[in-house]
């Protein structure tokens, strides 16, 4: 086998949230190193229709499924979806994810139970209706983040659920790897996407965070695409049940 077939990619993969940002990428990244992507979105038609527009001038391979994983009727459409293409997939990337950016006293459940609901409750259900539909050697990515390890201001909802999800995800990784199903996380520092601007302090936290990294500036979604790629390739057979940090170097320092 070849070097560049090691980081290839084939059959059909799952981008939840894989119209925009981070998932953008990773959908772009994987149908241009060979896989059949299926990107879920559920309300920006029109990111969805601009990846649709990118995929057909380049030929690519990306079918678009609109549905909200949060509900039974959403995972129906995306089993449903999968069936629709082939019926096996090689890969589920989870990017999908929300939250409430508050202090602990402007909190309620209902934040709770909203951002829970997509970041972990979300992958846990997909994994349980898609289990069967998984190819021989295929591989799970759980798209976490930095604040599951780190306290950031106003994300403690957030940083828990990726805790959640990492725990989660390391515990299937050990359940599903002698069915031949690999499961990794993936957790990116600050990158550069348009989700900052919304954020409390956002110019004043990305100009630390660019500060404290020692490559001075954020990762881009691009970068955390490769890594994607690579954590779904047969370059990384022997990689179960790991975190995989794509932050700049931002966790080395003090």
Same mark, same amino acid.
């Given at each position: ?12 993969? %799952?981008?939840? &949230?894989?119209? *925009?940002?981070?998932?953008?990428? /990773?959908?772009? *990244?994987?149908?241009?190193? &060979? @896989?059949?992507?299926? =990107? ?6 029109? =990111? ?10 380049? &030929? !690519? ?7 909200? /994983? ?8 995306? +089993? ?40 972990? *409750?979300?992958?846990? +259900?997909?994994?349980? $209706? ?12 759980? $798209?976490?983040? /930095?604040? =599951? ?7 403690? !909802?957030? &940083?828990?659920?990726?805790?959640? %999800?990492?725990?989660? @995800? ?6 599903? =790897?002698?069915?031949?199903? *690999? ?10 996407? +348009? ?5 409390? +302090?956002?110019?004043?936290?990305? @100009? ?15 970068? $955390?695409?490769?890594? @994607? ?26």
């Amino acid at each position: 086998m070849t070097y560049d077939n090691l980081f290839a990619l084939s059959g059909r993969i %799952l981008v939840t &949230g894989g119209t *925009r940002g981070i998932g953008r990428a /990773i959908s772009l *990244r994987f149908a241009r190193a &060979g @896989a059949s992507v299926t =990107a879920n979105y559920l309300r920006n038609q029109k =990111a969805a229709d601009e990846l649709k527009a990118t995929a057909e001038q380049e &030929g !690519l391979s990306i079918d678009l499924c609109r549905a909200d /994983i949060t509900t039974p009727r959403g995972l129906e459409q995306i +089993e449903s979806s999968v069936h629709d293409t082939g019926g096996s997939l090689s890969g589920l990337v989870h990017c999908a994810a929300t939250g409430v950016h508050h202090t602990l006293s402007e909190l309620n459940v209902r934040h709770f139970d909203w951002t829970f609901a997509l970041n972990v *409750r979300a992958f846990f +259900e997909l994994m349980q $209706v898609l289990m069967n539909r998984f190819s021989e050697r295929s591989s799970v990515v759980a $798209v976490s983040s /930095i604040g =599951a390890q780190r306290a950031l201001p106003y994300y403690s !909802l957030v &940083g828990a659920s990726k805790g959640a %999800l990492e725990a989660f @995800a390391r515990h299937l990784a050990a359940e599903l =790897a002698p069915r031949g199903i *690999r499961v990794n996380i993936l957790a990116p520092g600050m990158v550069a996407t +348009e989700v900052w601007k919304v954020l409390p +302090e956002a110019e004043a936290r990305v @100009a630390a965070a660019i500060n404290h990294t020692p490559i001075r500036r954020l990762v881009t979604p691009d970068e $955390v695409a490769w890594a @994607a790629q690579f954590l779904c390739s047969q370059a990384s057979m022997g990689i179960v049940g790991q975190t995989f940090v794509v932050d700049g170097g931002a966790a080395i320092v003090g």
